[in-house]
């Protein structure tokens, strides 16, 4: 009940640790070298002598699996070198990243690349029997244990000639390729639908925290309580606010400020005497009590450093030095892990114009990270990159703002927004012309609040 191997005259050796499953009594164990032509020496032609008609298969036209993708005649692909001939029926092999499992039978006569071994089989073994089989688990396990190079591994010849290769009676080899032609199709669904729900797993929380995001910035969260102080006071109230702000120097007045306003159905802007329809920026409807306004106008501070580098930046010593990296994809920021810090003088010399404080937004404006916003909630003295600028809300809800600048609304106008050729880069003046649904203060806490419970529940990342 053990199979043994006879090689030549010498005595039968015992391979039952070679063999890696039971076979039917009418199978048979013999060596891929025994029954092919894999090992023999292959007929060779330089591609400029071969007839410019002839198929001139490369690996390109070979899907992973073993599909055929296209067949270009010699001619219409300007070979060059040496190439190995094949006759159709010939079994094809690629021996160059033999897990991709390029393998089929060559359904006509041509040339092909060196990596490509074409072989017969013997005995009249059916061909895609042999195809299925160098194309099962276990094969693509054995050769891939054992391919040589690093960046192109291949297969060698001893370690293919060596295989054991379970034989049907010709009859069952027909009909096990008659079965893998029926369920192969079905196969290839379940894969296909397979790869589809594995995609859409991967995608679906984030793509639902900003279905969220765009509820919440909509109105559409949370219901309205008549008794909120309406949005438009709120504004009145942050604009006699900047006026106060003004007056005692510390912040300067903006030349550019506008109100948004409702007329006749439709919204219009108003930039010192003149007044726009701006009916095609406004990308959605809001409640009655809410109102449209530029995020410039409901904060005290947009901006960013100075865009000179420290002149000296070390490990662990000097003022906390933070970059669009530090804004972590669990919401927070990064205050200690493998941080920068720059010297007191560059602090000093760099700190003029956006001083981060506690309740301020820091706001990501370039390279991958373009978009993320995340909320300062410590009192530490710190400057973060230019790659980031600093958002200080002025009497709103910093919370709310925050979810905001995160909401697909504004993800979209900052990608159609942003600047540069090579790492994407988001202007000021486009941050600060950002439109903001304002809601009612009391409903901006109670949104955020619904926000942090509906994120917090599906475990998902604020």
């Given at each position: 009940?053990?199979?043994?191997e006879?090689?030549g005259?010498n005595?039968?050796?015992c391979?039952?640790?070679?063999v890696?499953?039971?076979?039917p009594q009418?199978?048979?164990w013999?060596?891929?070298g ?13 591609a ?8 001139g298969?490369?690996l ?5 699996g073993?599909?055929?993708l296209d ?5 219409e692909?300007k070979?060059?070198g040496?190439?190995t001939i094949?006759d159709?029926g ?9 897990y991709?499992?390029?393998i089929?039978?060559?359904?006509d006569?041509?040339?092909?690349t060196p ?13 895609d029997?042999?195809v299925?089989?160098?194309k099962c ?5 054995v050769?891939n244990?054992?391919t040589?190079?690093v ?8 370690t293919m ?8 009676p010709l009859?069952?080899?027909?009909r ?7 369920v192969e199709?079905?196969?290839d669904?379940y ?5 589809q729900?594995?995609?859409?797993n991967q995608?679906f929380?984030?793509l639902?925290k900003k279905?969220?995001l ?11 309580d008549p008794?909120d102080?309406p ?9 006699s606010e900047?006026?106060r702000?003004i007056?005692e120097g510390?912040?300067k007045k ?5 109100i948004i306003?409702?007329r006749?159905n ?6 010192g005497?003149e007044?726009v329809c701006i009916?095609?920026?406004?990308p959605?409807?809001i ?6 306004t530029r995020?410039?106008?409901i904060?005290?501070?947009?901006g ?15 003022v906390?030095f ?11 920021i ?5 941080v920068k810090?720059?010297?007191r ?6 700190s003029r114009?956006?001083?981060p404080k506690k309740?301020?937004?820091i ?6 990270a ?13 400057l973060v ?5 600093v958002?200080r809300?002025l ?5 709310y703002?925050?979810y905001y600048?995160?909401s697909?609304?504004i ?7 942003r600047q540069?050729?090579g790492?994407p880069?988001?202007?000021?003046g486009?941050?600060k012309?950002?439109?903001v649904a304002l809601?009612?203060?009391?409903e901006?806490?109670r949104i ?13 990342k604020k």
């Amino acid at each position: 009940n053990l199979p043994y191997e006879k090689i030549g005259r010498n005595e039968p050796v015992c391979i039952a640790d070679e063999v890696p499953f039971d076979i039917p009594q009418s199978w048979e164990w013999v060596r891929f070298g025994m029954i092919s032509t894999y090992s023999y020496t292959k007929k060779k032609i330089n591609a400029q002598n071969a007839d410019p008609k002839m198929w001139g298969l490369d690996l390109e036209d070979i899907e992973k699996g073993g599909r055929l993708l296209d067949q270009k005649t010699v001619g219409e692909r300007k070979a060059v070198g040496d190439k190995t001939i094949f006759d159709s029926g010939d079994i094809l092999y690629s021996k160059l990243r033999p897990y991709l499992l390029k393998i089929l039978v060559a359904p006509d006569c041509g040339i092909c690349t060196p990596e490509i071994v074409p072989f017969k089989v013997f005995g009249n073994i059916v061909p895609d029997y042999i195809v299925a089989f160098l194309k099962c688990p276990y094969v693509n396990t054995v050769i891939n244990s054992v391919t040589y190079g690093v960046k192109m591994p291949r297969v060698g010849t001893k370690t293919m000639t060596e295989l054991l290769v379970p034989i049907p009676p010709l009859s069952e080899q027909k009909r096990i390729i008659k079965k893998l032609c029926e369920v192969e199709p079905l196969a290839d669904n379940y894969t296909e639908a397979y790869v589809q729900v594995a995609k859409l797993n991967q995608e679906f929380p984030e793509l639902l925290k900003k279905s969220i995001l765009q509820e919440a910035i909509q109105g559409k969260l949370v219901s309205q309580d008549p008794n909120d102080e309406p949005a438009s006071i709120l504004l009145d109230r942050i604009r006699s606010e900047k006026q106060r702000l003004i007056r005692e120097g510390k912040i300067k007045k903006d030349k550019h400020e506008s109100i948004i306003f409702r007329r006749d159905n439709s919204h219009y802007e108003k930039r010192g005497s003149e007044e726009v329809c701006i009916d095609d920026e406004i990308p959605f409807e809001i409640p009655e009590n809410w109102t449209w306004t530029r995020l410039k106008n409901i904060c005290s501070l947009i901006g960013d450093i100075d865009h000179n580098m420290p002149k000296s930046v070390s490990s662990d010593v000097g003022v906390l030095f933070l970059s669009a990296k530090d804004l972590l994809d669990d919401g927070t920021i990064n205050y200690t892990q493998n941080v920068k810090y720059i010297s007191r003088a560059d602090f000093e010399r760099l700190s003029r114009k956006a001083l981060p404080k506690k309740h301020d937004i820091i706001y990501s404006r370039i390279g991958a990270a373009l978009g993320k916003a995340r909320l300062v909630e410590i009192d530490r003295e710190f400057l973060v990159s230019y790659s980031c600028c600093v958002v200080r809300p002025l009497l709103v809800y910093a919370p709310y703002i925050r979810y905001y600048l995160e909401s697909p609304q504004i993800l979209l106008h900052s990608i159609k927004a942003r600047q540069s050729i090579g790492v994407p880069d988001l202007g000021m003046g486009e941050i600060k012309k950002y439109l903001v649904a304002l809601p009612p203060y009391n409903e901006q806490v109670r949104i955020v609040e619904q926000l942090e419970v509906l994120l917090d529940r599906c475990n998902f990342k604020k």
